[in-house]
């Protein structure tokens, strides 16, 4: 419906976005509108930046999935979802109705998929769960959906350390690669532990309430244990220390080599020119102006325009460049953080 409020409403949002629009075409020009517009929109609908997501549930099961604990109430609450669009009063609810069925319809049909895209969805979500649960607590008789929700959010936070136990156990020498110390994983599985058997203990006087205070506290639990294994897990997801440790140690002036898995944290934490190697090379995420060397002549030309490279890899893109050095270049590991090789490739002077 057209008015005033919506003249003003799109006046604030110009006044807020354009700014921001209008400076990366200044210091970009036309790279910015290709990149943004159709490299990171309109090429996404069409075609898939990671091919393993562009199925039907994708994004059905990343929304069960991510609001974890409250997947198996999200699950009921959807389920009695179009009871209370039939209601009288359903003004709410069909708005949230609308809310989740825009946002998934627009990123559905994209072929690009990635959780990230409906992270606008779950608070609609949160809310019909949210009515759900207080609709079922305000009840003298509670559903069996409701009930059986309860039961398996509280057993599925009473098995999960008992299965860390198992995981750790069987996978010992993996696990501790990532982890500080064994201690953060007891403290982690014995805090738990009894947070399951509170839940079951309360579930058992029937103090529902409570309970579902209790589940409440589960992801600022998780939240706390992150900084006990951020250190140790970092090295295996970001490439930060070992930028860090090539600008300190090395003088780069010129483009860096890294596995396509790294080359966007390598960019932004160097802010040098970066070059992709991936052989036998798999296409790139999407298209960007990035040199992508998918064979040996590729990376062969590209180490003879630098006479010495540095190089951020992986274990196999390192065996990829011992295989194809033989007497034009000599190679060396500088350094090993997580699962990156800082390795020096310099031509043989002949």
């Not at 976005?17 to 290709?34: A, C, D, Q, T």
Request: hydrophobic share 50%.
């Amino acid at each position: 419906m057209l008015s005033r409020y919506l003249f003003w409403g799109l006046l604030v949002f110009g006044l807020i976005s354009l700014p921001w629009y209008i400076l990366m075409f200044r210091l970009y020009g036309n790279v910015f509108i290709h990149e943004f517009f159709y490299n990171d929109h309109i090429r996404r609908i069409i075609q898939a930046e990671h091919i393993g997501n562009d199925t039907w549930y994708f994004y059905p099961f990343s929304m069960i999935g991510c609001i974890f604990p409250w997947s198996f109430f999200l699950a009921a609450a959807l389920f009695f979802l179009p009871r209370h669009i039939k209601e009288k009063d359903n003004s709410f609810y069909v708005f949230l109705l609308c809310w989740i069925a825009v946002t998934f319809a627009v990123f559905q049909i994209a072929h690009s998929k990635l959780v990230s895209y409906i992270f606008p969805v779950f608070p609609a979500l949160a809310l019909i769960c949210a009515g759900f649960i207080a609709d079922s607590l305000s009840r003298e008789k509670r559903g069996r959906l409701f009930n059986l929700a309860l039961s398996l959010s509280v057993s599925a936070v009473f098995l999960m350390p008992l299965a860390l136990i198992i995981v750790s156990t069987w996978f010992r020498e993996y696990l501790n690669r990532y982890m500080i110390s064994q201690g953060a994983v007891i403290l982690f599985v014995s805090v738990f532990l009894l947070f399951g058997l509170a839940m079951l203990f309360l579930v058992l006087k029937k103090k529902l309430l409570k309970c579902i205070y209790c589940l409440g506290l589960f992801v600022p639990l998780m939240l706390y244990f992150i900084p006990l294994v951020r250190s140790g897990i970092e090295p295996y997801l970001s490439p930060r220390e070992s930028c860090e440790y090539l600008l300190k140690n090395y003088k780069i002036d010129n483009a860096i080599l890294s596995s396509k898995f790294f080359v966007r944290g390598v960019k932004y934490y160097t802010d040098k020119e970066v070059a992709v190697i991936d052989m036998p090379g798999t296409p790139f995420f999407s298209p960007h102006p990035i040199p992508f060397l998918n064979t040996q002549g590729k990376v062969r030309e590209f180490l003879r325009r630098q006479k010495i490279t540095y190089a951020i890899l992986k274990k196999n893109s390192v065996e990829d460049i011992a295989n194809l050095v033989g007497g034009e270049f000599k190679y060396t590991v500088l350094k090993v953080i997580g699962n990156e090789y800082i390795v020096k490739i310099e031509a043989i002077a002949k």
